[in-house]
């Protein structure tokens, strides 16, 4: 299956990454080879098998939903590119 | 003497007979970090001397009223385990100033059991890819040959202990990323079964594949850095609840019974002459030790790296969503909205590799391929376990190259993504199927670079491996024999 320029503009749209023009090409490159070579999928016979999310056997692992105060605020927020009185400040997204 | 050649334990031998002191052995480790950095460049992160001898001084103060094993042993950590205080960047832009507010689970044992870090390790990006190459800061460089890639992601950590810069180090695997590294540089690395060592605090890549494990010098000091990180942890749902063992009691010099397989697919195509001359060797050596070695199939070398490259982009491009600009990490300048923060900010802040693996999942999870690629790919993901599984009623271990070739040229398969990832054939299967694997050095070829072995087993069963390669071990005398040679 050919891949399109188009196509992986729309993909970049969906991940949230700008690709410039000049980039498209080797993407799609890439994109293709590897698609072309995980297509090997298909020469194994799955009918009848289920799928393999995780490899242990645990499927849900539940614990009681209660609030521990982390404490450490002035650590979490220390990372914020910008933050203000306690919060994170980001751009208007109303107008 | 030279602190920096011994093993752990005979650093847990000389601090116990009262030899040498803590501090003696974070000073040595200090000057042969002064002395081989540069030619290495294994740190992103250094920690500030006077830091760690001062640690090291109150870890012999400690040890005055008894010690604990591992008082006063230094350690390094791959730079994408979180540690509190100083810098995780995952060898990334996007967090090249990140400094978490916690530890993760790994590095809070490693404090209680009294061990200083020597700093942070480099890796390929987000621990994508194979030869360390992809890091955002710098290359690092084998200590055999420099002109060589130590392998990868967790390049750093076995290029660091091969150059003795320190005595060991932890790693993260999610397709082979501490075995064959490992492999590359002549030191041993194991990948623990999926589930025995917490994750939390480990910088996620793809969640159902990622394990944390050591690289070390020897058999020995890997059973007892495994016996520091393993158990089960509340704050990673995936880590098993198993009773505690104690690894080191299956160092036995014995493979006498034991039953080994030998696939006949990871000796054939596309596996380098000399490796696959050192594979059949070491078989060789098994049975004249004793074990019952058989040759078997098992064709899933291409499959499961199909799947893998399916699975772990997905879970990546999943996973790498968090990267947004807003609550940590880079955030590029040039926005009016908050879209364009998130868009500006991932496209600046991650390389290329990683940005070709999040577009490759972000594609096999939309809508119109989920089924072809993903649902397909983890159909086979059962299959290829199911076959493991069957293997494991007849044998205790299946052994393997780690690496089809040895280290290759920098910059050899920096410019072609799939070349790359088909150097991951034979560790990539493990990880899909969740078994534990440990490449064992083994022996040196024509350009004297190191060829490992892999010894692959069932869940749970890292002791079978650890008797198998301490056994191994006894005969190769790898560590006696080769060292690296910081060729230019």
Redesign the interface.
Known sequence: MQISKEEVMHIAKLACLNISDDEIESYRNNLQEILDFAKTVDSVNTEGVGETIGTNENYNVFRKDEVIDYGDKEGLLKNAPSQDEGMFRIPKVLN | MDITELTVHELIEKLDKKEITSEEIVKSYLDRIDEKEKDVQAFVTVEDKEKVIDEAKKADEKMKSGRTPLEGIPVGIKDNMCTKGVKTTCSSKMLE???A??DATVVEKLKENGMISLGKLNMDEFAMGGSTEYSYFHKTYNPWDLNRVPGGSSGGSAAAVAANLVPWALGSDTGGSIRQPASLCGVVGLKPT??LVSRYGLVAFAS?LDQIGPLTKDVTDAAILLNVIAGHD?KD??S?NIDKKDYTKALKNDVKGMKIALPKEFIGEGINEEVKKAILDAAEKFKELGAEVEECSLDIG??A???Y??IACAEA?SNL?RF????????SEK????KD????S??EG?GPEV??R???G???L?SGYYDA?Y?????????I?KQYEDLFKKYDLILTPTSPTVAFKIGEKSSN??EM?LADICTVPVNI??LPGMNIPYTIDSNKMPIGVQLIGSYFEEEKIFRAAYTLEQVTKFREKYKPEFRK
């Open positions: 100033n990140f400094v507010p916690y999926y589930g159902s509340k749902t995936t098993e291409k499959q790296l199909a799947t490259y399916i491009s969503g947004d600009g807003i609550r940590y990490g880079y955030r926005y009016d909205n908050l923060i998130y868009k500006n991932r496209s991650f940005k070709r999040i577009i490759l972000t594609y096999v939309s690629y649902k397909k790919a983890q159909k086979v993901r059962t299959v376990k993504p799939l990832y199927a969740g």
